[in-house]
């Protein structure tokens, strides 16, 4: 079974300009969410998804945006990037989004804001 | 106060050791506790989940959860050179809504 496939990998944007951060959860996992990952901060909540519905949300700006297709792949956008935007995103998918129902992640796209 | 505590490290040890990594948390009402282990340039995967108060044992890794004292640990017995990761601790938050992790614990073993 395919894994949580993130794209890109990695990525350079200057500040001002926007990003758009792709995720495919494994096959029949219908919640999705996004987490940004910092050596300061580490891992921290940015939003979850369930059939193409925005479910929680973190403590992000609202510049941090994200959307479910209904095939239920994801995608996180950051517009007016700022050089704090610089960070591990990680996106994970989970059957329903349930305390019993364990998150798997993707390797993440690494993000750099020059 | 941060809601979970982890020691960063670096812990260094020679193979075969035994591993012990703690979290404390300051929210009595966290129930559901996980580790994960995340090697360089990869994501988090999943080791351990546990509820309850008590012992959960899987191999050479045992989590442990003591909710009186909001404390959390890892143990891994007869530790492995491929066992060096960074591992995190993390928690349902009380809404249940969101998982709320530890900075993680750099740990390298020698062979």
């Known amino acids: 079974k395919a894994g949580v496939t993130q794209t890109p990998r990695y990525l350079i944007k200057t500040r001002g300009q926007q990003v758009t951060l792709s995720c495919s959860p494994i096959?029949?996992?219908?919640?999705v969410s996004w987490y940004q990952q910092t050596p300061g901060q580490g891992l921290q909540f940015l939003f979850e998804?369930?059939?193409?519905?925005?479910?929680n949300k973190g403590n992000f700006p609202g510049r941090f945006s994200g959307r479910q297709f209904s095939n239920s792949r994801s995608e996180m956008n950051v517009s007016t990037l700022e050089l704090g935007d610089s960070a591990l995103y990680l996106c994970?998918?989970?059957?329903?989004?349930?305390?019993?129902?364990?998150?798997?992640f993707g390797n993440g796209t690494r993000l750099t804001v020059t | 106060q941060k809601e979970v505590e982890q020691d960063p490290g670096p812990l260094s040890v020679p193979e075969g050791a035994i591993v012990s990594l703690n979290c404390t948390y300051s929210n009595s009402a966290f129930q559901y506790f996980m580790w994960y282990r995340q090697y360089s340039r990869k994501g988090p995967e999943l080791l351990m989940y546990t509820y309850s108060s008590g012992n959960k044992e899987d191999g050479r890794f045992t989590a442990q959860v003591d909710k009186s004292s909001k404390y959390i640990s890892l143990f891994i017995r007869d530790s492995q050179p491929s066992d060096s990761a960074t591992y995190l601790c993390?928690?349902?938050?009380?809404?249940?809504?969101?998982?709320?992790f530890g900075k993680g614990t750099t740990l390298s073993v020698s062979s």
């Open positions: 096959s029949g996992h219908r919640s």
């Open positions: 994970a998918s989970s059957w329903d989004g349930s305390y019993n129902s364990p998150l798997h």
């Open positions: 993390a928690m349902l938050n009380q809404a249940g809504t969101a998982l709320i």
């Open positions: 998804y369930f059939s193409e519905t925005q479910r």
